[in-house]
C-alpha cells in the first residue's frame, strides 16, 4: 500500500509562487513515476507534470512549460512542483499521483492518489 500526502497549497496572488510537496510512504517510491494532476471547480482533472523514477525525464502541459518544475528527492520520498509566475487560472485543488512504469499524462494510468492540497490564485 502506497500514501501520498501534499502540502503546500495556499492563497497566493499573481506573479507569485508556491511550491508544493508530496511525501510517500509504503511501497517503493525511488522506482515510481510521480505526477501532478489539477482540478478547478467544475472542470475536470487535467495533468500538469510527471516525472521519472530518477528524475532524468519530466513531462508538463504546455500551459505550465517555462513557470513549473517538477522534481524529486528519492532520499526524502518527496516529489515537488515549484509553481512560478503563478496565474488565476493555476488555481486548483493540486494532487499527486504515483504509478509505475513509464511516464504517463492519464489520470487513469496512476495507481494511488494524494487527498490534495488547494491552491488559490487572487488577480
Known amino acids: 500500500q502506497v500514501q501520498l500526502v501534499e502540502s503546500g497549497g495556499g492563497l497566493v496572488q499573481a506573479g507569485g509562487s508556491l511550491r508544493l510537496s508530496c511525501a510517500a510512504s509504503?511501497?517503493?517510491?525511488?522506482?515510481?513515476?510521480m505526477g501532478w494532476f489539477r482540478q478547478a471547480p467544475g472542470k475536470e482533472r487535467e495533468f500538469v507534470a510527471a516525472?521519472?523514477?530518477?528524475?532524468?525525464?519530466?513531462y508538463k502541459t504546455d500551459s505550465v512549460k517555462g513557470r513549473f518544475t517538477i522534481s524529486r528527492d528519492n532520499a526524502k520520498n518527496t516529489v515537488y512542483l515549484q509553481m512560478n509566475s503563478l496565474k488565476p487560472e493555476d488555481a486548483a485543488v493540486y494532487y499527486c499521483?504515483?504509478?509505475?512504469?513509464?511516464?504517463?499524462?492519464?489520470?487513469?494510468?496512476?495507481?494511488?492518489w494524494g487527498q490534495g492540497t488547494q491552491v488559490t490564485v487572487s488577480s
Open positions: 516525472i521519472n523514477w530518477n528524475g532524468g525525464s519530466t
Open positions: 499521483a504515483l504509478k509505475w512504469g513509464g511516464l504517463a499524462s492519464l489520470y487513469s494510468a496512476y495507481d494511488y
Open positions: 509504503g511501497r517503493t517510491f525511488s522506482s515510481s513515476v
